[in-house]
């Protein structure tokens, strides 16, 4: 069965530094990987998804992820972080090969100091 | 409209009433799913319809939990005689197809007393 585990529930980075939000992944076969993020009573947006073409994937708003088999990691990044970054992270995977379902990570909460 | 919208955004029943939630999917997507977020935790996934088939229920805690989509657009959720243990977020998302990027609604905050 798929799933993902997201290691730290809580990140706290200063303004201008490195982000980096670790996702490791169980999945019987090639897997979909997607980042979401939700800010305070809202949805989940996407942030970015693997399909299987290139390894190193870009997304909106300067986030990036790495797609690395060999580990079976997923880590979202951002070079310089910005305060409205703060926000929680999802990490999920394509749960059945029929339907589509999205199976989830616990989340990171990311905090951005100034 | 330009994305999933869902209703009410808050709602508080007494244990042991009857809640609908409504989701209203961006026009033309085929796919709908539903999903329970509990305080600090991932989305879990509840329902998936394809059109107004409900293809997938694993999901669904217990039997007082109902999904239905009649038409092929509008969901809604139902829980009969809700328990506290009922209380979170609850999530819609709709996409073209199943393996389609998902785009999430807004969701329902439901606290039961």
């Known amino acids: 069965a798929q799933s993902v585990t997201q290691l730290g529930s809580h990140v706290s980075v200063s303004e201008g530094a490195l982000v980096l939000l670790r996702c490791n992944y169980s999945?019987?076969?090639?897997?979909?990987l997607f980042w979401y993020v939700q800010y305070p009573n809202q949805g989940l947006q996407l942030l970015l998804k693997?399909?299987?073409?290139?390894?190193l994937v870009k997304g909106i708003n300067g986030f990036e992820a790495e797609f690395k088999k060999s580990e079976t990691s997923f880590h979202l990044t951002k070079p310089s972080a910005h305060m409205s970054d703060a926000a929680e992270y999802f990490c999920a995977v394509h749960g059945s090969s029929n339907t589509g379902k999205l199976i989830f990570g616990q989340g990171t909460t990311l905090q951005v100091k100034p | 409209g330009a994305g999933v919208s869902q209703s009410p955004r808050y709602k508080v029943a007494k244990r042991g009433q009857d809640v609908a939630l409504r989701c209203d999917p961006i026009s033309g997507h085929v796919s709908l799913f539903w999903y329970q977020q509990a305080l600090g935790q991932g989305p879990e996934f509840l329902t998936y319809?394809?059109?107004?088939?409900?293809?997938?229920k694993s999901g669904l805690p217990s039997d007082r939990f109902f999904a239905e989509r009649p038409e092929g657009s509008v969901s809604t959720l139902k829980i009969q005689r809700t328990q506290q243990e009922d209380s979170a977020v609850y999530l819609c998302?709709?996409?073209?197809?199943?393996?389609?990027?998902?785009?999430f609604g807004p969701g329902t905050r439901l606290t039961v007393l």
């Open positions: 999945s019987s076969v090639p897997p979909y």
């Open positions: 998302a709709s996409s073209v197809q199943g393996w389609d990027t998902q785009y």
């Open positions: 693997y399909t299987s073409a290139a390894t």
């Open positions: 319809f394809q059109n107004e088939a409900q293809l997938d």
